[in-house]
């Protein structure tokens, strides 16, 4: 179809929709057609998913949208707290999202799930980590369970991004300062970050039918900072 109608009649949820790419997401998914919902809230990583999840049990599309403070550290300072939050806030509710889903996805005979993660595990960056640990437990996650729901049209992939401009991780503010500029220049062969509604654009591609051969993929979106995974 046209522009405008690319998710006709779709219905989704979207995870922290304040947070990350949510907004982006959220904004480009409606104008597109889909009747879109959001829930702001961190989402459980346990079986307590059942209650947060039943008012969305029938979507098309999940939007595993999460994101924390990257809690930089070196090795020796990474507190347990820290540590555990990381997992706590992005891959055990990953898991439980992807667990409450994928088998009512199944059942139905179709679904598409994407996840918003990082590229950061992908190459791995000194002083987080942690970060890198907690996104790369969620892009395994993704492949490995993209690759059991495959035989059933459910299609499970990812967004590995980094330098793309949100709210959470890549801030205006930031962006616009001489010395990441200068970082932007020497670290990312394109040379700027990326607009949201671009990775949003890939998002929208991952939860089309149009993708449904992508199956498991966690695809880098970082302007050649990270080019496999």
């Known amino acids: ?10 219905t989704l949820l979207i995870t922290q929709s304040d947070d990350y790419m949510g907004p982006a997401i959220s904004e480009l998914f409606n104008s597109e057609g889909a009747s879109v919902h959001g829930v702001a809230d961190l989402v459980p990583g346990n079986s307590t998913i059942d209650d947060f999840a039943a008012p969305y049990a029938d ?3 999940l939007i595993a949208n999460l994101a924390y403070d990257p809690t930089n550290a070196s090795v020796a300072d990474i507190t347990d707290d820290g540590w555990h939050k990381l997992f706590d806030v992005m891959v055990h509710p990953l898991m439980a999202l992807i ?11 179709q679904g598409k799930i994407v ?7 992908l190459r791995g960056i000194a002083g987080s980590s942690a970060y890198c640990a907690a996104r790369g437990a969620q892009n395994a996650f993704i492949k490995a369970s993209g690759i059991e729901f495959a035989k059933q049209n459910v299609q499970i992939n990812a967004v590995a991004q980094n330098y793309v401009s949100n709210p959470a991780y890549f801030p205006e503010d930031l962006v616009a300062s001489e010395r990441f500029q200068k970082h932007l220049q020497r670290n990312v062969p394109i040379g700027r970050v990326a607009r949201a509604e671009e990775s949003a654009e890939l998002a929208l591609f991952l939860a ?16 050649g900072w990270a080019i496999n995974a």
């Open 115 to 121: 996840a918003i993660t990082s590229a950061a595990p």
């Open 208 to 223: 089309s039918d149009k993708s449904d051969f992508m199956v498991g993929q966690v695809v880098p979106f970082s302007g």
């Open 1 to 10: 179809g046209s522009m405008g109608d690319r998710l006709k009649d779709k």
């Open 59 to 61: 979507i098309d599309i």
């Open 99 to 109: 667990r409450y889903f994928g088998p009512r996805m199944a059942e139905r005979g």
